[in-house]
C-alpha cells in the first residue's frame, strides 16, 4: 500500500493524540505543544502545495498561431497545454500571478489578436519569449506566498532566514514544501516538492517535483533513487523553509492585492464578444493604446461598441462587423467595454484601468558610496516597491518597499553602500491595481 506524506494527515494524527492523551482538558507538557505548534505552523506547505498547482495544472488552448515558445517554435494552435507558459518576462512582459491574474493570461488566451500572438520577446528580453510567462522563481515564489519573486539564488540561507540545508541530502528526508536548487549552469535554478509517497513502512519510494520550464511548468515524479541522484548532481542542495514568515521578510503576498490566489483558482468567464489585446482584468499604462477585439463567436451579431469610465460613457462606436478597434484613452481611471448587439442587448463588460506610473532618480551617476532618492509619481495605481537588479553583482536582486509615508510623499532613499559594485544598475519602480501591476524601468551607471 503506498500513502502519500500529505499534511492532513499529520494534522489529523496530532489533533487525535491531543485528545486522546488530555481527554478532560488537562494541560499538556512543553513537547505536546510543541507539536501542536508544529501542526499549526506546518499548513502553509499545504497552501503552496495548492497553490503551485494552480500554475502547473491549468488548461489551455492557443486560439492562433504565433505565441513564441523558449525553445524558438511556437505554441500551436488548437493544441492543448497543461501549465502556464515559461518565459523571463522581466520589466517588458508581464509575470503571471503577479503581475496579472491567471484569468488575464486565460483571457489574452481566448484573443487571436492578443499580446501572446502579436508580440515576441524572444531577442529582446533573456530567456524570454511570451509577453505573459513565469520563471522557476517566480513559480517558486507564487506557491511560497511573496509578495515579489526572489530569485532563485536567493531561496537559500545564503541570503534568507528561516532556511536551512535539509540533512541527510536524500528522498528519505525530504518532505512536502521543500527547494531543490541547481547553481548557476550559466543560469541557476529552482524546484519545489509537492508530494512525498511512502510505503507501509515509512520508506520513501517516489518523489513529486514541479518547476517551471521551458516551455510549460513541469510535473517530474521521481522514485527515490532517482531523486537521490538528481539532488546529488550538479551541485545541487535540498533547502527547508523551517520559518515562512522570517524567510519572506517584508515580502509577504498577504501584505499586496497581488498574488490573487482566490481568483487565480477560479474559473473565470472569459469574454466571447469582445476581448483586449491585453485580455481582460488588466491595467494599461497611460499613453498605451487599448485594442479591443469585437469578435462574436456567438454569431449574435452587433451595432456599437461603448467604453465608460466609471459609469460614464466615454464613447459609443458604431460597429457593423467583427475585427480590433484601437483608442488612446487620455484620462486615468477604471473602465468598461461592451458590445451592443443587433437587438439591443449587451454583451459581457470588459475590465480594464489606465494608470500612470513614472518616476525619476536625483542624480546621473550613483556613488556606492553615497544615498540617492528615487522620486516617483502615480495615478490610480499604488507605488509599492523600488526593485534593483545590478548587471555587475548578482546579490543585488531586492525590492525596496515603499512605506505609506514614503507614497505620500512621492520619494525613497536608497541608503549608501547597498549596491557594491560598478556597473549598470537597473532600477524598477512597481506599481499596484486590482487589475494587476505596472512595471518601469531605467538604468543608471553605479561609478567607483
Not at 499548513?43 to 524558438?72: F, L
Not at 491567471?102 to 508580440?119: D, G, I, R
Not at 517551471?212 to 517530474?220: A, D, F
Not at 501584505?255 to 481568483?263: E, G, I, M, V
Request: net charge negative; hydrophobic share 35%; proline share 4%.
Amino acid at each position: 500500500m503506498r500513502t502519500s506524506k500529505t499534511l492532513d494527515s499529520f494534522l489529523i494524527a496530532v489533533l487525535t493524540t491531543a485528545v486522546l492523551a488530555f481527554p478532560n482538558g488537562l494541560v499538556a507538557h512543553e513537547s505536546d505543544r510543541k507539536e501542536a505548534g508544529k501542526a499549526e505552523s506546518a499548513s502553509w506547505q499545504e497552501e503552496a502545495i495548492e497553490y503551485a498547482r494552480i500554475m502547473s495544472q491549468v488548461r489551455w488552448t492557443p486560439v492562433a498561431d504565433g505565441m513564441p515558445t523558449r525553445q524558438g517554435g511556437h505554441f500551436e494552435k488548437g493544441k492543448q497545454y497543461t501549465g502556464v507558459p515559461y518565459s523571463s518576462v522581466r520589466s517588458v512582459g508581464r509575470y503571471i500571478g503577479f503581475d496579472i491574474s491567471l484569468k488575464t493570461f486565460l483571457a489574452a488566451v481566448e484573443n487571436p489578436h492578443s499580446v501572446l500572438y502579436t508580440e515576441n520577446l524572444s531577442g529582446k528580453v533573456p530567456n524570454a519569449a511570451p509577453y505573459y510567462g513565469k520563471v522557476c522563481s517566480t513559480y517558486t515564489s507564487y506557491a511560497l506566498q511573496c509578495g515579489i519573486w526572489h530569485v532563485s539564488r536567493h531561496h537559500g540561507p545564503r541570503f534568507r532566514e528561516g532556511v536551512v540545508l535539509v540533512e541527510p541530502q536524500s528522498a528519505q528526508a525530504t518532505q512536502v514544501g521543500d527547494i531543490i536548487y541547481t547553481p548557476p549552469q550559466p543560469g541557476s535554478h529552482v524546484e519545489i516538492v509537492t508530494e512525498v509517497v511512502t510505503d507501509d513502512d515509512g520508506v520513501v519510494t517516489s518523489v513529486r517535483v514541479e518547476d517551471s520550464w521551458p516551455s510549460t511548468t513541469r510535473t517530474l515524479h521521481r522514485t527515490a533513487a532517482k531523486f537521490d541522484a538528481h539532488i546529488s548532481s550538479k551541485g545541487r542542495v535540498l533547502q527547508r523553509i523551517t520559518d515562512l514568515d522570517a524567510w519572506r521578510g517584508e515580502n509577504r503576498a498577504e501584505s499586496f492585492l497581488y498574488p490573487n490566489y482566490q481568483a487565480d483558482s477560479a474559473t473565470p468567464a472569459i469574454n466571447r464578444t469582445l476581448l483586449l489585446d491585453l485580455g481582460d482584468w488588466v491595467p494599461y499604462q497611460k499613453g498605451q493604446a487599448v485594442k479591443f477585439n469585437v469578435m462574436d463567436k456567438d454569431s449574435l451579431g452587433v451595432s456599437a461598441l461603448v467604453i465608460e469610465r466609471e459609469g460614464t460613457v466615454v464613447e459609443s462606436i458604431d460597429v457593423s462587423d467583427t475585427g480590433v478597434i484601437e483608442r488612446s484613452l487620455a484620462s486615468c481611471g477604471d473602465y468598461t467595454a461592451h458590445v451592443v448587439r443587433k437587438d439591443g442587448t449587451a454583451s459581457q463588460s470588459c475590465e480594464f484601468s489606465i494608470c500612470d506610473l513614472d518616476f525619476s532618480i536625483n542624480v546621473e551617476k550613483l556613488s556606492r558610496t553615497k544615498a540617492w532618492d528615487v522620486e516617483f509619481t502615480s495615478n490610480n495605481m499604488n507605488v509599492i516597491a523600488v526593485y534593483l537588479s545590478s548587471d555587475a553583482d548578482d546579490s543585488i536582486r531586492h525590492a525596496i518597499y515603499v512605506t505609506e509615508q514614503q507614497r505620500k510623499t512621492g520619494r525613497l532613499t536608497v541608503p549608501a553602500g547597498l549596491v557594491k559594485k560598478a556597473g549598470n544598475l537597473q532600477v524598477w519602480l512597481i506599481g499596484e491595481h486590482k487589475y494587476g501591476r505596472l512595471k518601469v524601468r531605467k538604468d543608471i551607471a553605479v561609478i567607483d
